[in-house]
């Protein structure tokens, strides 16, 4: 059965750092796309970050430069560093499972992060 | 980038009603769209990737249609487990984006 749970989320101050990381099991991760999505509160999901099966990231213009996503293989774990937090990346941050040409096919339940003095 | 336009924002219907969604994207996006069902305080689901295949385990009578830059995602007979918000995603090419959702309503 696949399997996705984050945490590290919490309430953070302006200009802050957080890592989020989600642990996953039930597949082969090493090989597999992972991506976060979030949510802020009240509104639509908004992509943030992917990396590929390669190792190759992407990120969304609003997070580049202060988000980085990273993955540990041999603890089938995936990692978002936010840095230079604003209030508008208050949000559940979902970690999901990317197969190209498909989707995010598996999410976890979110972690909250709230950016406020 | 390409922005994904959903509509309507919201509509209400009743059980055994025929539903569809739009989705316009901003430019060609090929077949390269999926569709997410999410149920308030849960994550989202895929229900249809590559504008019409169905994901496994997602009941025949949601079904995709369209290609280039007009997708519609139609529930052929709304069940009270249908009730919901649906967002687009493209995946043509990075940056990804969702569309803004339509919330179903009774």
């Known amino acids: 059965e696949v399997q996705l749970l984050e945490s590290g989320g919490g309430l953070v101050q302006p200009g802050g750092s957080l890592r989020l990381s989600c642990v996953t099991s039930?597949?082969?991760?090493?090989?597999?796309?992972m991506g976060w999505v979030r949510q802020a509160p009240g509104k639509g999901l908004e992509w943030v970050s992917t990396?590929?099966?390669?190792?190759?990231?992407k990120y969304a213009d609003s997070v580049k430069g202060r988000f980085t996503i990273s993955r540990d293989k041999s603890k089938s774990m995936l990692y978002l560093q936010m840095d230079s937090l604003r209030a508008e990346d208050t949000a559940l941050y979902y970690c999901?499972?990317?197969?190209?040409?498909?989707?995010?096919?598996?999410w976890g339940q979110g972690s909250l992060v709230t950016v406020s003095s | 980038a390409i922005q994904m336009t959903q509509s309507p924002s919201s509509l209400s219907a009743s059980v055994g009603d025929r539903v569809t969604i739009s989705c316009r994207a901003s430019?060609?996006?090929?077949?390269?769209l999926g569709w997410y069902q999410q149920k308030p305080g849960k994550a989202p689901n895929l229900l249809i990737y590559?504008?019409?295949s169905l994901q496994s385990g997602v009941p025949s009578r949601f079904s995709g249609s369209g290609s280039d830059t007009d997708f519609t995602l139609t529930i052929s007979s709304l069940q009270p487990e249908d009730f919901a918000t649906y967002y687009c995603?493209?995946?043509?090419?990075?940056?990804?984006?969702f569309g803004g959702g339509t919330k179903v309503e009774i």
């Open positions: 999901a499972r990317w197969i190209t040409d498909t989707g995010f096919d598996y």
């Open positions: 039930g597949f082969i991760f090493s090989s597999s796309a």
């Open positions: 990396v590929e099966g390669s190792g190759a990231t």
């Open positions: 430019q060609d996006i090929r077949n390269e």
């Open positions: 590559s504008t019409s």
């Open positions: 995603l493209h995946d043509a090419n990075y940056p990804l984006s």
